[in-house]
């Protein structure tokens, strides 16, 4: 197995969209980072299109993160590098779709997925576990949008915003 440094593998093998056009080459954080690159994207997403256009970005970006992310890692040989953040763009995206347009509903998003992304309540941590392939990299984040999701829901309900 060839192994590429990061910066050479930004540039090949799935790079540029695995590491999300380079917010995963962060020096500390990297998974805060790819997170923080989804939101204008989930913006203009939910600007132009609405809830729907978001969890449509959500999927497409899942679909091409499990090809992506699978190119990458036949390059480096860890199952789940650090610097892979297309799977935190997934999972971000998804409660997005679920609140208003507004600096707090989305830094209320932000916040509770990257906690259900950090602490990896079941099932997330299962997964994670289970699924040494492109699809468990990818799929553990979108179950932590799902909890996100409840997070945001639960906001709403009680009138946050």
Same mark, same amino acid.
Request: with cysteine; charged share 15%; aromatic share 14%.
């Given at each position: ?71 990458? %890692? ?7 590098? #650090?610097?892979?953040?297309? &799977?935190? +763009? $997934? /999972?971000?995206?998804?409660? @997005? ?29 299962? %997964? ?7 699809? #468990?990299?990818?799929?553990? &984040?979108? +179950? $932590? /949008?799902?909890?996100?999701? @409840? ?11």
């Amino acid at each position: 197995m060839n192994e590429f440094p990061i910066k050479h593998r930004l540039w090949r093998s799935g790079g540029i969209l695995a590491l999300w056009f380079g917010a995963g080459l962060a020096p500390k954080a990297p998974g805060t980072f790819g997170s923080l690159a989804a939101l204008p994207f989930g913006l203009a997403a939910a600007y132009w299109g609405g809830p729907y256009a978001v969890l449509a970005l959500a999927a497409v970006i899942f679909l091409i993160g499990i090809r992506e992310t699978g190119r990458y %890692i036949s390059d480096g040989g860890n199952h789940d590098p #650090g610097e892979v953040v297309i &799977d935190e +763009v $997934a /999972g971000q995206l998804m409660p @997005l779709a679920f609140i208003p347009i507004g600096f707090l509903p989305y830094l209320a998003a932000f916040i509770l997925f990257r906690a259900a992304d950090i602490l990896k309540p079941w099932p997330c941590s299962l %997964i994670d576990r289970t699924f040494t392939s492109a699809f #468990g990299v990818m799929a553990d &984040d979108i +179950v $932590a /949008g799902l909890y996100a999701i @409840l997070g945001v829901l639960a906001l709403d309900y009680v009138g946050a915003w």
